[in-house]
């Protein structure tokens, strides 16, 4: 069964502070993703990346970094966190091709 | 544009029924991959199934089935004997062949009732 490890699960940021967010998969899958979700909006995507070393801009990256330093792990950053930012944040893995991906558990981030 | 609509936002049925739940997507690829993925309450994100689009039998996996309709650019996943825990939120997505991105509708909530 694919893995994918987000930590924390729960994160409490002050405005203008930094957040980093951190995935682990330990499927050896080239692709990861980061996606927001907020009512009525579904999933969207923030950034994702190929492989390590690569990251590319997805739908909405606007206040967001991310950072694949190795196959397995892929951070989302945010560098000075807004109130509009508290959302749940899922991290994704996926193989080459045109496999399917498998979700973390998801962080609910609140910013106050 | 590449897109992907569930129109049904929430379905309600009794268990032990089959349950169909409609997806349409938009493409100018030729060759795509389509997903139904199930949220639950804990919130977690479970893939479910998947049809290649060059595929012409329907995928099926467990109590789960796809209605795949290629010229009506639909696939919709039908859901036989529910059971109490298949309320969830079921999203539906699609690759394109040349796009590594997934394409998300906005899901479908399904509550079962006993």
């Known amino acids: 069964e694919a893995a994918v490890t987000q930590s924390p699960r729960n994160k409490v940021a002050v405005t203008g502070g930094k957040v980093t967010l951190s995935c682990n998969q330990t499927?050896?899958?080239?692709?990861m993703y980061w996606y927001r979700q907020d009512t009525g909006h579904g999933l969207r995507l923030i950034h994702y990346?190929?492989?390590?070393?690569?990251?590319e801009k997805g739908d909405i990256p606007d206040g967001y970094k991310a950072s694949r330093p190795s196959q397995e792990n892929f951070s989302l950053i945010l560098e000075l966190a807004t109130p509009s930012q508290t959302s749940v944040y899922f991290c994704?893995?996926?193989?080459?091709?045109?496999?399917?991906?498998?979700f973390g558990k998801g962080t609910r981030l609140t910013v106050v | 544009a590449q897109k992907v609509t569930q129109t049904q936002t929430s379905i309600s049925v009794m268990e032990k029924t089959t349950v169909t739940m409609d997806c349409v997507y938009e493409?100018?690829?030729?060759?795509?991959?389509l997903f139904w993925y199930k949220q639950t309450a804990s919130g977690e994100i479970v893939f479910l199934i998947r049809?290649?689009?060059?595929k012409k039998e329907n995928a099926t996996v467990g109590h789960y089935s796809l209605n795949f309709q290629k010229p009506k650019s639909s696939i919709g996943l039908i859901i036989t004997a529910t059971q109490i825990e298949d309320s969830a939120v079921y999203f539906c997505?699609?690759?394109?062949?040349?796009?590594?991105?997934?394409?998300w509708g906005s899901g479908t909530k399904l509550i079962i009732k006993p």
């Open positions: 990346s190929y492989g390590a070393g690569s990251t």
């Open positions: 493409t100018q690829d030729s060759s795509y991959f």
């Open positions: 997505a699609m690759r394109e062949d040349s796009n590594y991105q997934l394409i």
């Open positions: 994704a893995s996926g193989g080459q091709g045109y496999t399917e991906v498998f």
């Open positions: 049809q290649d689009s060059y």
């Open positions: 499927n050896n899958h080239n692709n």
